[in-house]
């Protein structure tokens, strides 16, 4: 089992900046890592991830805007998030693959989320 714990979240004006973090209770530098996001009333979407050798995906909402990294020496995912819009607000959680190549849709692990809000 993996525990995750994430931080960071906050309110911000549109324009501002967040960084988001994510403590992992084992090594990351094995398995895909991820950021979902859900908002009110919405479904739960993808963010952005990053693989073993630390190539990263991201939504279109997202690109440009965002950068997903980690530190595996401290097995902690970073969600940096600039020029936040309101449309960004949400419930940001971080989430885990199991060790090794495969990763699941919808990851393995979860944690338990850290809100952003961003007014205008």
């Known amino acids: 089992q993996v525990q995750l714990v994430e931080s960071g979240g906050g309110s911000v004006q549109a324009g501002g900046s967040l960084r988001l973090s994510c403590v992992a209770s084992t090594y990351i530098g094995s398995r895909r890592m991820g950021w979902f996001r859900q908002a009110p009333g919405k479904e739960r979407e993808k963010v952005a991830n990053i693989d073993l050798d630390g190539n990263t995906y991201y939504s279109d909402s997202v690109k440009g805007r965002f950068t997903i990294s980690k530190d595996n020496a401290k097995n902690t995912l970073y969600l940096q998030m600039n020029s936040l819009k309101p449309e960004d607000t949400a419930v940001y959680y971080c989430?885990?693959?199991?060790?090794?190549?495969?990763?699941?849709?919808?990851?393995?692990?979860w944690g338990q989320g850290t809100e952003v809000s961003v007014s205008s």
């Open positions: 989430a885990a693959c199991r060790s090794g190549g495969f990763c699941p849709a919808n990851f393995d692990y």
